[in-house]
């Protein structure tokens, strides 16, 4: 069973950083397709960063440029990075993981199966 646990949400200033983690057990095959996702009260959860084993992350538009996701194999941990917060990137953050994926599958927002249980992240002016 695929299990993810978020670490590293905060509250911290505009202008400020902040490093997310999501550690991953479960998870087989040697190739990964993982992804983050924001949800603020009364909006659709929102897709921000995609990462696959070996490929170019994707980014969300309203990411672009401020935020890095990354993973270590090795350990099945995603990480975003997150700078130039602004109170906009106000939200809970998910970590999510496809489980079925293996090298060749498509990775993408919609495909994923395995959730964390969301850590906040709180930016002030």
């Known amino acids: 069973q695929v299990q993810l646990v978020e670490s590293g949400g905060g509250s911290v200033q505009a202008g400020g950083s902040l490093r997310l983690s999501c550690e991953a057990s479960g998870l087989s095959g040697g190739h990964y397709c993982m992804g983050w996702y924001r949800k603020v009260p009364g909006k659709e959860r929102e897709g921000v960063a995609l990462?696959?084993?070996?490929?170019?992350?994707d980014y969300a538009d309203s990411v672009k440029g401020r935020f890095t996701i990354s993973l270590d194999n090795a350990k099945t941990t995603s990480y975003l990075q997150m700078n130039s917060l602004t109170p906009e990137d106000t939200a809970m953050y998910y970590c999510a993981a496809d489980s079925y994926y293996r090298l060749g599958s498509f990775c993408g927002y919609h495909g994923m199966d395995s959730w964390g249980k969301g850590t906040q992240v709180t930016i002030s002016v």
């Open positions: 990462i696959e084993t070996a490929r170019t992350p």
